[in-house]
């Protein structure tokens, strides 16, 4: 039986590790052998993703179409990437989120935006503001495991108020 005295963590010795071994009988004087042991850890699904930022955010400052990127959110998790630490991204709506109150309307802070897996946030309407607010999208950093760790990457969306201009010497 081979143990030892700490916690062998793939993300702190790597991969593999060699360990040289000795062992002895218990006749005097003790007859001893040594050898290596070529030790291959494994991973476990035990850190969860950490956001690239901890102050996203974006100001929108012209009217944009559907289907325009604003900002891409990035998280890194230390697990072995083929096994756990393959981050995806999702807006998270599942959260009770507050709602914005516009002219007397209620409009949940989600709509217009989708998160891509990679972490792209991208507009799923035209946005086109006539006063300004903002808001925060919680997007969601998952790691590969069955039952994944996560973390909240929140983002500060600001609409400034557009002054348009209308032409009326005509």
Known sequence: IVSTLEKLDREKHGD???????????TSPPFCVRGRLEVFLGDINDNSPICGSLNYGVTIREVI??????LVVAASDADHPAKFGDVKFTL?????????????????ETDGFVVLSNGSIVTTAALSFERSWETT??????????QPKTVHCPVLVRFPKIELSVDTST
């Open 16 to 26: 593999h590790l060699t360990v040289s071994v000795t062992a002895c009988d218990s």
């Open 65 to 70: 179409p559907a289907g325009r990127e604003i």
């Open 92 to 108: 998270d709506t599942v959260q009770p989120l507050p709602a914005l109150i516009m002219k007397g309307a209620m409009y949940p």
């Open 137 to 146: 999208l919680f997007v969601l950093a998952s790691d590969g495991a069955a």
